[in-house]
């Protein structure tokens, strides 16, 4: 039962549906199918008028056995056998066209539930983790889905209760309330279970994870322990964690084991109860054996609906619940809205800020009242602090957030009169992690491209550092990246991403550069890399490398969303204003004579 | 069975059986034996007690008619006093004996229970506790082949499958053979004749449930992976949206999804029709009918009489419950034995290294020597054909690209890795003659993404010492430039690493992975310093600390910065697993395209390429 506590966190795009909205939504899902839903709902009151007709036959047969003979074994036997085949194949008709149903109804909500998710905005997966939302698409509209198996289940069970209370009435009306009198001690044996049983699988999940996590940290750093030949001190930790698991778990495990045994023991004490009073009436007149032995076999039918009756409304909330959450994912607004379907012939790449405004969140005001001209096939290096609002700048050109005031335009158009897909067609973009697809190096070069020719992507590739990062990849254009690029370097990643860029052929690049240092080697390629993508383009650059400072056209130096300097690499530091202090700060040890400058700091120490 | 080799052994624990997953499971059980055997017995008492209320029932059927025929026929002439004298009523002895036996069999029921639980719970950590050792154990080599996660999953999802395993898996398979075999005894003691259909449905429920879950096991098998590989797909668009939405690629990325979600749709149904076509319950209603129809006739031939049918028919019931089960213990079976395969897999991996106890114990000089070593794993060469000498005390910078095998060669000299060609001596002594933790002990690596254990600061610096005083620890820690920094945390020295709020920068992390290093004070010295995203002032402090655990060990430095690099004594050009270049800055600048390459960008004049001694010089101080 772990999913119980299963993907219950709230996030901020979370909203109450009310009942009715909630079903409103979760019917409009089924009407496609309304025909079949028909079928199913005949079949089940059908199937459980089957199933309980078959005791009913059984002791009346017993009976009538006793009073007429032979003549009716056969018609009863006929009768049982086609009774239990029809309600086979009825039920084989419920459940094969439940989950033809249920399998479209959550196709349906999934293919909805993932539009939605690529029509967000950056903003939206900033806040929210991909897992997350990924198990909302995945796994929480599979869980949406039990409602309808739980409520079918239910209602069919139900129905099997009721129409066999229903005819034991008729037959017995002291031995019905027997049978019924067990009921409350059954349900709420089952619900007072469900109150322990959340506790200890609480505290089995926590176990786990720590478990889970401190597998983690040891596989992790594996190599450390074996450095320092600690291996007997983290198995010692281990087999702490370990037992401590045991314990919880098999507490957890022993809660689960006694419920069975208990409630069959409650059962057995209302059978021994039926044979002794329904014995003695029977004795006593005005009723048959058959009657007496229904009752002992109606209890066996009776008692495993209730335990899961009790066990409904919860699941079927969890379910409901996991309904609201996709939904939520559905309706959440996008920020991000285009105004127009404009196209222009083609890109220059001007761009032009104007009195924009911009945060990310409506307290922290990234821009106030920012002016940017950007000639076309300028190089723009961005410096500033962490927070200073070099990243966001050129995430307002990609377009990638809505801005709050002013305008942003490009070849003198308003941004949010362009066809977005259009214009992003027209950016190229490297962020500071790049990202690759589970691949090759070839088909992430195509990325942006579908249709580009093995020629075009070997031609961009060698445009950078003349082919020469090939060499070092062990199968070249055709090595496998990995997972999101694991297995190449994060130099390596870069320089895909730009040979991505360069095949892409955009008016605008943006770049925002890898904080993380890359060896020498490709330190060196990616800078060739950059000269060929940065020239005869407009670039703005994130910078955080010292050489790509210096061979900007022009350095605009950010403080808390403002420009208060701008110029030349030496100019500026010439000044000895912030653009001084900033490199002091970031850039002093990448230049060649640091090592030099600290031997004299040390000497004169 | 043959003794692997480990780098890590616990003396107290127990061998188990390896040959394969079924008896591996079984060893494990074995070691709880008496639990196992205690559980199996408490079934067979509960199975024995609960059909046997079918019997009595049958028995107080017959009591009930017994006494009902005399009291009808008395009934007509005198009222219903008759009843009441009605001779040797047994009912309530029957009655009371009903009550008897369900409660007995309640409580067997719960003991076994509770001693499977407990056998479940016990090979789960039994379990456990054997893969985490093995994974101690195992070289390096082989932790570099397996993924972080995957070894997670196999430490908790797979140990819990086997725990599903047993509980409810076995309690299932103990309760369809039981569940099938004692109703049968019983209603062969009623009588032979009668056990002849419930046999025939027997044999032909074991040939449609063969069927079914070969059907099943497929199709369930593939959508599992289905949703599996949905999840993964959406999961990649998601976390590369940015690229996603720069290309302008969300169609393609959507028509992605949608064949996914629509191959684990077709999936999904084919399973649902599967299921819901199990044919052992249409056979268990038709056995019914034929049952009823046997017993029926035997009962007018007078070869049974009414109790014994109501008895019958109670026992047959008793069938249906063991053939609606099946439908799950199949899976729980084959989930279980698959994830103690993949465990037991990685617990039989090879690993190549060995503690060396008996070795070479010494104290540490620190000259280093590669004899053309190579080093590769089963799928291609890593380093090829190296060979240099440093001497003690010398710094030796490695450049090369990313993946060129930099970090590899010096994962050689503390034999983290074992070389598969050639000879590492260190002082002169082949590494693999060395006793890995003498030679481990004095040889310290600081790596690129130095691993802090979510411990105390304290408990981190001294990981490679437990008995050092906190006053050893504050000097290491001033050494190493971290104390100033430690002391700005609320707790200190007791500060627990990745806590809330918490969280160290990349260069605190170098600084106290350095104080760890000054406190274990190694012979040789191997720094990945290739730490990311530092501000100039962190790495004052980073600087200093290294040049002062330089003085006088043996350095290896993997860095990224040029000026670093060019005040080594060696500097060794790795490219593609082969030492290009060896020597010095200014002899490497005439000599290496590579190397010149490096520093082409920078406002430093090159001296001119002297070609020709590119090849003939590739080792600068030859062995």
């Not at chain 1, 109606?298 to 409901?320: D, H, K, M």
Request: charge should be negative; hydrophobic fraction near 45%; glycine fraction near 8%.
């Amino acid at each position: 039962m772990g999913f119980l506590m299963d993907g219950l966190d709230a996030e901020s795009y979370d909203r109450k549906y009310t009942d009715k909205m909630l079903t409103r939504r979760i019917v409009g899902y089924f009407r496609p199918h309304l025909r079949k839903m028909a079928i199913v709902a005949g079949a089940i009151v059908i199937n459980s008028l089957m199933d309980t007709a078959i005791p009913i036959v059984i002791s009346r047969g017993i009976d009538r056995l006793q009073l007429e003979g032979e003549s009716v074994i056969l018609p009863i036997a006929l009768i049982v056998a086609a009774l239990a085949a029809s309600s086979w194949v009825f039920n084989f008709a419920r459940r094969a066209l439940g989950a033809q149903i249920i399998g479209d109804v959550v196709l349906k909500v999934r293919e909805d539930a993932f539009d939605a998710v690529l029509k967000r905005d950056l903003s939206f997966y900033d806040s929210y983790a991909s897992g997350k939302i990924v198990s909302r698409v995945t796994s929480d509209t599979q869980a949406f889905s039990n409602v309808v198996t739980l409520t079918l289940d239910l209602m069919s069970q139900l129905l099997l209760v009721v129409l066999l209370i229903a005819y034991l009435f008729t037959v017995d009306v002291r031995l019905t309330l027997i049978t019924l009198a067990l009921a409350p001690f059954i349900v709420m044996t089952a619900l007072a279970f469900r109150r322990i049983a959340r506790k200890v699988v609480t505290d089995s999940r926590r176990v786990r994870a720590l478990v889970s996590s401190h597998v983690q940290e040891t596989v992790s750093g594996i190599s450390v322990a074996k450095t320092f030949r600690q291996e007997q001190a983290v198995y010692d930790d281990f087999l702490d964690v370990s037992k401590r698991a045991y314990r919880i778990n098999l507490r957890a495990g022993f809660v689960f084991s006694g419920i069975f045994p208990i409630l069959n023991l409650m059962s057995g004490i209302g059978t021994a109860a039926l044979v002794y009073f329904g014995g003695v009436w029977t004795q006593e007149g005005g009723l048959t054996a058959g009657s007496w032995f229904l009752f002992i076999q109606g209890i066996a039918l009776f008692w495993f609906p209730l335990t899961s009756i009790a066990s409904f409304w919860s699941q079927f909330q969890l379910g409901l619940a996991a309904g609201e959450r996709v939904f939520a994912l559905i309706d959440a607004d996008p920020k991000v809205v285009q105004t127009d379907n404009r196209r222009l012939p083609k890109v220059d790449g001007e761009i032009q800020f104007e009195h924009v405004k911009f945060s990310y969140k409506d307290d922290e005001q990234v821009l106030h009242d920012f002016n940017l001209h950007i000639r076309a096939g300028e190089t723009l290096a961005l410096v500033g602090h962490t927070g200073a609002g070099k990243s966001s700048i050129g995430k307002l050109v990609a377009r990638f957030y809505e801005f709050q005031g002013g305008t942003i335009r490009i070849d003198g158009v308003d941004v949010r009169e362009f066809d977005l897909e259009w214009y992003r067609s027209h950016l190229g973009i490297v962020t500071q992690t790049p990202f690759l697809f589970d691949g090759t190096v070839r088909s992430n070069i195509r990325y942006g491209k579908a249709n580009a020719t093995n020629d075009e992507i070997e031609r961009a590739a060698q445009h950078i550092g003349g082919g020469d990062w090939l060499v070092s990849l062990p199968n070249g254009l055709d090595t496998q990246v990995g997972e999101r690029g694991a297995s190449l370097s994060m130099g390596q990643r870069q320089l895909v991403a730009l040979a991505r860029v360069l095949l892409q052929n955009p008016s605008i690049f943006i770049l925002d550069e890898a904080t993380a240092s890359v060896d020498p080697l490709t330190e060196a390629l990616i800078q060739e890399g950059l000269e060929a993508v940065l020239r005869d383009r407009t670039s703005i650059v994130i910078a955080h490398r010292l050489s790509t400072i210096k061979d900007a056209d022009r350095i605009i130096v950010l403080r808390e969303g403002d420009i208060i300097e701008q110029g030349s690499h030496d100019s500026l530091l010439e000044q000895g204003g912030h653009y001084a202090e900033l490199y002091n700060t970031y850039f002093r040890h990448q230049s060649l004579e640091y090592m030099e400058q600290m031997l004299e700091l040390a000497g004169a120490d | 069975m043959s003794i692997q080799p480990s780098e890590f052994t616990v003396a107290t624990s127990h061998r188990y059986n390896h040959q394969n997953a079924i008896r591996w499971i079984f060893s494990h059980i074995w070691q709880n034996r008496v639990i196992a055997i205690a559980c199996f017995s408490m079934t067979i008492a509960s199975y024995i007690f609960f059909s046997y209320a079918q019997v009595l029932i049958g028995q107080a059927a017959g009591a009930i008619i017994e006494s009902n025929v005399t009291s009808t026929v008395l009934d007509a002439e005198t009222g219903r006093a008759i009843s009441e004298t009605g001779t040797g009523n047994a009912l309530p002895a029957i009655a009371l004996g009903i009550l008897g036996v369900f409660v007995a069999s309640g409580l067997f029921d719960l003991v076994r229970s509770l001693s499977l639980e407990t056998l479940a719970q016990r090979l789960e950590a039994g379990t456990r506790e054997e893969l985490y050792i093995s994974l101690l154990g195992k070289s390096q080599t082989f932790h570099d082949r397996q993924r972080v996660g995957d070894l997670m999953a196999m430490a908790t999802d797979d140990v819990f499958q086997l725990n599903m395993l047993m509980n409810p898996g076995v309690l299932f398979v103990m309760d369809i053979i039981l569940g099938f075999a004692i109703p049968v005894l019983y209603i062969a003691m009623l009588n032979l004749e009668l056990a002849i259909v419930p046999v025939v449905f027997i044999l032909a429920y074991i040939v449609l449930v063969r069927r079914y879950s070969s059907q099943l096991n497929p199709i369930a098998y593939r959508q599992r992976e289905r949703f599996s590989k949905m999840n993964a797909a959406a999961e990649e668009t998601i976390s590369g949206i940015e690229v996603v939405k720069a290309s302008a690629q969300e169609p393609r990325e959507r028509r992605r999804f949608q064949r996914n979600a629509r191959l684990f749709r077709g999936f999904y149904v084919k399973q649902g029709f599967i299921e819901a076509r199990y044919l052992p319950l249409l056979v268990f209603g038709a056995a019914f009918g034929i049952a009823f129809w046997h017993a029926a006739t035997m009962v007018s031939a007078g070869r049974l009489d009414i109790a014994g049918l109501i008895g019958f028919v109670g026992l047959f019931n008793l069938l249906r419950f063991p053939t609606f089960i099946a439908i799950f213990c199949f899976t729980l079976i084959q989930l279980g034995i698959a994830g103690a395969d993949r465990i037991l897999k990685i617990i039989r991996a090879e690993t190549e290294l060995d503690q060396n106890i008996g070795g070479h114990t010494a104290a540490v000089n620190g000259e280093v020597v590669f004899e053309n070593v190579s080093f590769g794993y089963d799928d291609g060469s890593v380093l090829k054909d190296i060979s240099f000498r440093v001497d003690p005390g010398q710094t030796v910078a490695i450049v090369g690209q990313t993946g060129s095998g930099k970090s590899t060669l010096t994962d050689l000299i503390n034999r983290t890795y074992e070389a598969t060609k050639g000879r590492v001596l260190i002082d002169g002594v082949d590494v693999s003659e060395w006793n890995l933790t003498s030679l481990r002990s004095q040889i310290s690596k600081i790596e690129q993404d130095v691993f802090l254990f979510s411990r105390t600061i304290a408990d981190n610096i001294a990981f490679g010492k437990p008995n050092a005083t906190q006053a050893d620890i504050e000097l290491a820690a001033k050494s190493a430039q971290a104390h100033d920094f430690i002391l700005s945390f609320k707790d200190g020295y007791q500060t627990i690493v990745g806590e809330r709020g918490t969280t160290l920068s990349g260069g605190q992390r170098q600084r106290i992975a350095l104080a760890r290093a000054f406190l274990s004070d190694p012979r040789i010295l191997v720094l990945d310093d290739s730490t990311s995203a530092i501000d100039s002032a962190t790495e004052d402090e980073i600087q200093k600390a290294i040049r002062k655990m330089q003085e006088g060990r043996t350095t290896f430095l993997i860095t990224h910065r040029l000026s670093q690099i060019r005040w080594a004594d060696t500097i060794l050009v790795i490219e593609r697993g082969e030492l290009v270049a060896c020597g010095s800055h200014e002899h490497l600048l005439r000599t290496s395209s590579h190397y010149r390459r490096i520093f082409a960008r920078y406002d430093i004049e090159l001296p001119p390429l002297e070609n020709e001694l590119e090849a003939a010089i590739p080792v600068a101080n030859p062995v």
